[in-house]
């Protein structure tokens, strides 16, 4: 199994940011997928969720700025962030729910 995430960089305050999460070695269609944001030191926090029924959740924290989507035939997940914060500064991952697969993750910063 392979997950390569993309999409990150440097944004200001208020920015925007689209996030891609391409799958590969599985069947993308049986799994839920979840969107994680991890700080040095601290635990990884789950971001949102897309069910394979496309059924969405966040956390407080990132709902109603955050949407999550995928695309099945391209075998990808992709996580829309708007209206960026400081505290939002994390490296994202994709994680196929109930299993150990991670990809390398995508850093994100924003900063003025």
């Known amino acids: 199994v392979q997950l390569v995430e993309s999409g990150g960089g440097l944004v200001q305050p208020g920015g925007s940011l689209r996030l891609s999460c391409k799958a590969s070695g599985m069947i993308f269609t049986i799994y839920d997928m979840d969107w994680y944001r991890q700080n040095p030191g601290k635990q990884r926090e789950l971001v949102g969720r897309i069910t394979t029924g496309f059924t969405t959740t966040y956390a407080e924290s990132v709902k109603g700025r955050f949407t999550i989507s995928r695309d099945n035939a391209k075998n990808t997940v992709y996580l829309q962030m708007n209206r960026l914060k400081p505290e939002d500064t994390a490296v994202y991952y994709c994680?196929?729910?109930?299993?150990?697969?991670w990809g390398q993750g995508t850093q994100v910063t924003v900063s003025s």
């Open positions: 994680n196929p729910r109930y299993t150990e697969w």
